[in-house]
């Protein structure tokens, strides 16, 4: 009496009542806990309906061929020959399981091709569409009817006036009553505010080492050229030479997001804080206005393609409704933020020498500019007139890399190949100049901090300087090394309430300079 499955005899029978089968106990038991059903006839079964079998309790007997020698050898051989059939079966599945994962492969580097022209398809599309809003309110402002579009351009004869330059709708009254009354607002309260006690004081400054360091940018093209710094969510956005912008979360110590649609490296970047926007100027010509998600990432909502040479400087205005930038063209555009469109084009008929850096006065009506043979300009933002001209003996020897107003309003500081050029804006002339480093050092970067209570200095190293009046010294505070090994500090930023500085150099990393967190526990308190 042999089991219906295993073909065995049996040690513990049982006999179904429904099927007449014999079965070895724990082999149904097992099948019928998990189906439910007969093996072989696939019917209804039960343990119920199992009947145990009695029978002698009697030992196996050897079977015949295990009693002589041939008979053992012929064991062995059909045991080899079933191992070699095993094998051989292996084998063919391994080779069928090659040939599926290879196909599988295939198919999935077809698939990511696909996906990839798309992603392109779909950001030339956006492309157009942002070209397409940027044109509707030029095209609202004046007669002229609605310019056709045709692969993503604007018609020339819409596009440029009779003499040969794009047509802007300019910056209209009602922009320019938001201007005033914003310089109004701000030239009030700043007259009312006070030094915050929560500002980091000149001993803590004198004990600032660096806390931290963290490679954002790819090795193969190291260079960190802007840094900017959301202050109420403290992130901290690098824009480097590898054509990428950097979001970084310093608390957690975690990469955000990272924003990739330059195609060339990025040399200016701010955040725009009230509508959580960040906008990216880069050598490619474009400037970016990116969008923040509840997730945390960005998404580029406008692509402004109006100057025609690298872009150099981004500035955001203090109503965070307007921003400029300033280019290698000669010329500086004043944008609407919540349409991308480019109200004004200022140049002047006898610039030559391209800009390459930008900065808004806190309070909104002035705009200063550094040109690439260090002539600094100062304009007057509701008329798009030049009101000043700093050149010659009391201007700037080789490019404007800097320029950073300060936040009482009365001080402008400007940087380049001859150190940094204080400026007083009520008498328009320069009382003090800076020069950390020898004459073949250039000075790359330079940035109050928001009380208007220091000023870094960036070139071979980091120097913070105690903000004084005309008349004092302006005392050097802190002199914070250049750990890149570069010997090229590029930007530098300080955080809220200068209790920590971000530091951009020529290698990949971001560098945070402040106290360790027992100091810095013991000056909060």
Not at 19 to 35: A, N, P, T, W
Request: net charge negative; proline share 5%.
């Amino acid at each position: 009496m042999i089991c219906a499955i295993s073909g065995e005899v049996p040690e513990d029978p049982v006999l179904s009542t429904k099927s007449g089968l014999l079965f070895e106990r724990r082999l149904i038991q097992r099948y019928v806990e998990d189906h439910g059903k007969c093996p072989v006839t696939k019917e209804e079964l039960a343990m119920d309906d199992l009947v145990t079998v009695k029978t002698d309790k009697i030992p196996k007997p050897r079977p015949l061929q295990a009693a002589s020698v041939p008979g053992l050898l012929g064991m062995f051989q059909n045991e080899w020959d079933a191992l070699m059939l095993s094998n051989f079966a292996l084998e063919q599945q391994l080779h069928t399981a090659r040939q599926e994962l290879s196909h599988a492969l295939y198919q999935h580097d077809a698939a990511c091709r696909v996906i990839a022209r798309l992603k392109k398809e779909r950001d030339e599309s956006r492309t157009l569409l942002a070209q397409a809003e940027r044109q509707i309110p030029i095209s609202a402002a004046g007669p002229a009817p609605v310019a056709a579009v045709t692969n993503g351009k604007r018609a020339l004869e819409d596009e440029v006036g009779p003499d040969g330059k794009k047509i802007r709708p300019g910056i209209n009254p009602v922009m320019i009553d938001e201007l005033t009354e914003c310089n109004s607002v701000l030239s009030a309260q700043r007259k009312k505010r006070q030094v915050p006690p929560s500002l980091a004081p000149i001993d803590a400054l004198e004990r600032y080492t660096q806390i931290s360091s963290h490679p954002l940018h790819k090795t193969n093209k190291p260079g960190i050229l802007s840094i900017d710094i959301h202050h109420s969510k403290d992130i901290i956005a690098t824009g480097g030479i590898d054509t990428n912008a950097v979001l970084f979360d310093r608390p957690s110590g975690q990469v955000l997001c990272t924003l990739t649609d330059h195609s060339k490296k990025i040399t200016s970047l701010k955040f725009v804080p009230r509508d959580e926007l960040l906008i990216t100027g880069s050598a490619d010509k474009t400037v970016r206005v990116w969008q923040g998600n509840e997730d945390g990432s960005y998404g580029c909502r406008h692509t402004m393609r109006d100057h025609g040479a690298e872009v150099e400087a981004v500035t955001v205005h203090a109503s965070q409704k307007y921003f400029a930038t300033a280019s290698r063209d000669s010329t500086w555009c004043f944008y609407d933020i919540s349409t991308g469109s480019c109200l004004t084009q200022v140049g002047e008929a006898s610039g030559q020498d391209g800009y390459t850096s930008a900065a808004f006065h806190p309070d909104g009506l002035i705009l200063g500019t550094g040109t690439s043979e260090g002539v600094i300009k100062i304009w007057d933002v509701k008329s798009q007139t030049r009101v000043a001209k700093f050149e010659g003996e009391v201007g700037h020897v080789g490019t404007v890399t800097a320029m950073s107003f300060s936040e009482n309003g009365y001080f402008l500081a400007t940087a380049a190949l001859d150190g940094v050029k204080l400026w007083d804006l009520r008498k328009l002339r320069n009382f003090r100049t800076l020069s950390p480093y020898d004459p073949d050092t250039p000075t790359s970067s330079v940035e109050f901090d928001f009380s208007g209570s220091y000023i870094a200095v960036a070139g071979s190293d980091i120097r913070v300087y105690q903000v004084a009046n005309v008349k004092t010294e302006w005392n050097l505070v802190k002199t914070l090394p250049d750990l890149s090994g570069t010997g090229k500090v590029t930007s530098v930023k300080f955080g809220a309430d200068a209790k920590y500085v971000a530091v951009g150099s020529m290698d990949h990393n971001l560098r945070v300079f402040g106290l360790p967190g027992d100091e810095q526990m013991e000056v909060a308190k």
